[in-house]
Every structure is written in C-alpha cells, then in structure tokens.
C-alpha cells in the first residue's frame, strides 16, 4: 500500500512537473521501470541534449504515460522518435546502466540535475530557455525528495558542480579539480 501511495504522491508532482515550458516537455528521467519511484540508484548527467518538443510528443498525457511506461507509451519509444540517433552520452548511459543490471541492481533512474533540454548546457543561458534551468533543478530537487535514491551516479564536471550546488558542498567531496 505504501509503494502505491508513492506512486501516487510522484505521479502528481510529475503532472505538475512536466507542463510545458519554453514548448517543450521537461524530462525528468529515462528507464524502462514502470515503477520509477522504486529507483535505488540515479545516474545523473547535466540536462538532456535533444528536446521534447510538444510538436513531437503531442500531449502531456503522451509524455507522462511514457515516463511511466504504461498504456503502450515508453520513455524509449518517445526517445527514439525524438532522436533517431542517440547521443554519445546517451549510450554510454545505456551501457553504465546494462552493466549495473548485468550486477543486480535493478531499479535505476537516469536523470539529470537539469531536467530541461538545450543543444549544449551553455545554451540554457539564452533567451529561448528562460526559466527552463530554474524548473529542471526543481524537478530534480523534488526527484531527490520524493523517491530518495541510496546512489547518485554523476557523470561530468559541469554535472559535479551542479550537483554541489543543488545538494549542499558539504553532502560530498568534491574532487580539487572540480573546485575551481
């Protein structure tokens, strides 16, 4: 009863989430889970390069139904009308996440710390994307919240330092490198 009231708690804040934005779906996570509040373990990179446009998805409705791959719909499915060709990010995520499950671990949620697409992150400063860094890190925020993962797997300085600054410097270490 109490995953089910879970589900139920993530599903309202997803619809409020994911209303469109500068015409675009945000993402908040991909998987193949139809039960992404069970996730364990996040792997987390910067934000999503390729846009869900409502052009393209067609309905908030769609969208959440493939976040939670039911009703037919799934995450990759609209990824893969979205982006024929998947980033190089993208499949090295696939494949950290075929090794993880190749060692048991099951329940994994890709996201990022900006749950907001933009060709390249720098892009997020620009007029088009007013507001969209702001919202992604509060759907990130709120992910962390509500489905309180045991691993958080980053991939990126720029991630690292998003990171730090989402979660508080003193929740990690962050390598001297990254503390430019």
């Known amino acids: 009863m109490l995953t089910e009231k879970m589900m139920d708690q993530l ?4 619809r409020g989430w994911t209303r469109a934005i500068n015409g675009q779906f945000p993402r908040p996570w991909m998987t193949d889970s139809p039960e992404p509040h069970k996730a364990e373990v996040f792997i987390v990179g910067r934000n999503q390069k390729h846009g869900y446009e409502v052009s393209k998805v067609g309905s908030q409705e769609r969208h959440i139904n493939a976040l939670f791959n039911r009703n037919g719909e799934t995450c990759r499915g609209i990824y893969d009308e ?12 696939d494949a950290l996440t075929r090794r993880l499950r190749s060692r048991g671990i099951e329940h994994i949620l890709e996201t990022n710390v900006i749950c907001y697409s933009s060709p390249m992150s720098g892009d997020l400063s620009k007029s088009e994307h007013v507001g969209g860094k702001a919202h992604g890190m509060e759907v990130f925020r709120g992910l962390l919240d509500l489905i309180r993962p045991k691993v958080l797997i980053a991939h990126g300085s720029g991630t690292l330092k998003d990171l730090a600054r989402t979660l508080g410097e003193s929740r990690f270490e962050m390598p001297d490198s990254l503390k430019r």
């Open 11 to 14: 599903e309202r804040h997803i």
């Open 82 to 93: 979205i982006a024929p060709m998947p980033s190089r990010t993208r499949m090295n995520t």
